[in-house]
Nanobody
Framework: QVQLVESGGGLVQAGGSLRLSCAAS????????MGWCRQAPGKQRELVAR???????IYEDSVKGRFTISRDNAKNTGYLQMNSLKPEDTAVYYC???????????????WGQGTQVTVSS
């Protein structure tokens, strides 16, 4: 079994910062890619930032220069540092990862439960 657990969400004023964490645990052979998506009320889930399996990083245009994705491979943990937050960043943020299971040796996509980020104006 593989689990992703997010933490670090909360309420912050516009211009503030938050850091989200995503800890992967369980039967992990390799984390091939890891990233963050968000879903605001009434909107579709969208990509925020991601490490691709090839090692590159992609950001959604509206967060470039404000958000930074990072990872600690030794801890199987990913992070999303969010600075200069805006009310339009308000959403549930989900961690997702492409992980090769240690027993099955087949990659699959896993999702965390989500963490709420609310930015007040």
């Amino acid at each position: 079994q593989v689990q992703l657990v997010e933490s670090g969400g909360g309420l912050v004023q516009a211009g503030g910062s938050l850091r989200l964490s995503c800890a992967a645990s369980g039967s992990i052979f390799r984390i091939n890619g890891m990233g963050w998506c968000r879903q605001a009320p009434g909107k579709q889930r969208e990509l925020v930032a991601r490490f691709t399996s090839g090692g590159s990083i992609i950001y959604e245009d509206s967060v470039k220069g404000r958000f930074t994705i990072s990872r600690d491979n030794a801890k199987n943990t990913g992070y999303l540092q969010m600075n200069s937050l805006k009310p339009e960043d308000t959403a549930v943020y989900y961690c997702n990862a492409d992980i090769t299971h240690s027993a099955y040796r087949v990659p699959a996509e896993y999702w965390g439960q989500g963490t709420q980020v609310t930015v007040s104006s």
